[in-house]
Nanobody, 122 residues
Framework: QVQLAESGGGLVQAGGSLRLSCVAS????????LGWFRQAPGKEREFVSF????????HYADSVKGRFTISRDNSKNMAYLQMNSLKPEDTATYYC???????????????WGQGTQVSVSS
């Protein structure tokens, strides 16, 4: 069993930056794929980025490519999402998730955090 908890959300002006953190419990964290997803009010949850267990493989949604960077530090059971050049359309609740599969399909992730709110003002 893995428990996840996000932090680092907040209110930022367009063009600004935020760094989200995800802390995990459990010894198997380094074996799991780690994904970031987001959900805006009235919209479905959407994929943002994922990274493999060792952080070697990464993938981004087109909407964030070149602006967001995913990383992880398995020695600390931590994952991060560095978000630069933020836009109002990035406003959403951001979730980290862990699972056995490296995929952008949220249904394939077994463990989820509670989410952290990111709001970007224009």
């Amino acid at each position: 069993q893995v428990q996840l908890a996000e932090s680092g959300g907040g209110l930022v002006q367009a063009g600004g930056s935020l760094r989200l953190s995800c802390v995990a419990s459990g010894r198997t964290f380094s074996l799991l794929a780690l994904g970031w997803f987001r959900q805006a009010p009235g919209k479905e949850r959407e994929f943002v980025s994922f990274t493999s267990g060792r952080g070697i493989t990464t993938h981004y949604a087109d909407s964030v490519k070149g602006r967001f960077t995913i990383s992880r530090d398995n020695s600390k059971n931590m994952a991060y999402l560095q978000m630069n050049s933020l836009k109002p359309e990035d406003t959403a609740t951001y979730y980290c998730a862990a699972g056995a599969y490296l995929t952008d399909d949220d249904s394939r992730y077994d463990f989820w955090g509670q989410g952290t709110q990111v709001s970007v003002s224009s």
